[in-house]
């Protein structure tokens, strides 16, 4: 298993612009979900969603929006970036539905300038 | 509010030596704690998790403590080596919405 992959690795936009971060497991979790990272702020939830066709907004979800059209696929769609959101993203799954004893990518560093 | 803090940013220890970093939780109710690693440039990787019925739980040279009574977690790492060093963060179940909620991290580094 590859567990949870993320492209891309790192990216750089400009202000304005959109792009979507891609996050994939092969596990066949039902629980998978989207955190930022800023350094120390710890992990903050950004969406996440415990099934095929269900989302729902985490913590810190403004400016950010997503889909769960196949239990493998979470993307993560940043509609206008901003600097605020320059940070490190996580994507993690878990079985079941539930949050406990997450998987973590190995991230996407954004930068917004 | 609920929060998970860390009682020190920062630990230094000897190799071979035994590491203990704590954490605080505020919400009572909060049934499930996980520790994490995180190494530089990596997503966080699972430690070990315990249960609020639970006071005490081993891994392989990691033991979780729980202390409900003063709402308190810590990661024990027996014999610590130079690729344990990382940052640890505890998290919590019990969010309102039954999220994980994670401290800021305590950044552990190993002298050889």
């Known amino acids: 298993n590859a567990g949870v992959t993320q492209t891309p690795k790192f990216q750089v936009l400009k202000t304005g612009q959109s792009m979507t971060l891609q996050c994939a497991q092969d596990?066949?979790?039902?629980?998978m979900s989207w955190y930022r990272q800023d350094p120390g702020m710890g992990l903050r939830l950004i969406h996440y969603?415990?099934?095929?066709?269900?989302?729902d907004q985490g913590e810190v979800p403004n400016g950010y929006n997503v889909s769960r059209s196949t239990t493998e696929d979470f993307p993560l769609r940043l509609l206008s970036a901003a600097p605020s959101q320059t940070s490190v993203y996580f994507c993690?799954?878990?079985?079941?539905?539930?949050?406990?004893?997450?998987?973590f990518g190995p991230g996407t560093r954004l930068l917004v300038l | 509010g609920e929060s998970v803090g860390l009682h020190l940013p920062t630990l230094s220890v000897q190799e071979g030596d035994n590491s203990i970093i704590n954490c605080a939780y505020s919400?009572?109710?909060?049934?499930?704690f996980i520790w994490y690693k995180q190494e530089s440039g990596k997503g966080p990787q699972f430690i070990i998790d315990?249960?609020?019925?639970?006071d005490k739980r081993q891994g392989q040279r990691v033991t979780v403590l729980l202390n409900k009574t003063v709402k308190h977690l810590s990661l024990q790492i027996a014999a610590t080596q130079p690729g344990d060093s990382a940052v640890y963060f505890c998290?919590?179940?019990?969010?309102?919405?039954?999220?994980?909620?994670f401290g800021k991290g305590t950044k552990l580094s190993v002298k050889p």
């Open positions: 993690a799954s878990s079985s079941g539905q539930s949050q406990e004893t997450q998987y």
């Open positions: 596990m066949n979790h039902e629980y």
């Open positions: 969603s415990v099934g095929a066709g269900i989302t």
């Open positions: 919400n009572s109710a909060s049934d499930y």
């Open positions: 315990i249960r609020s019925n639970m």
């Open positions: 998290a919590e179940k019990g969010g309102s919405q039954g999220n994980l909620i």
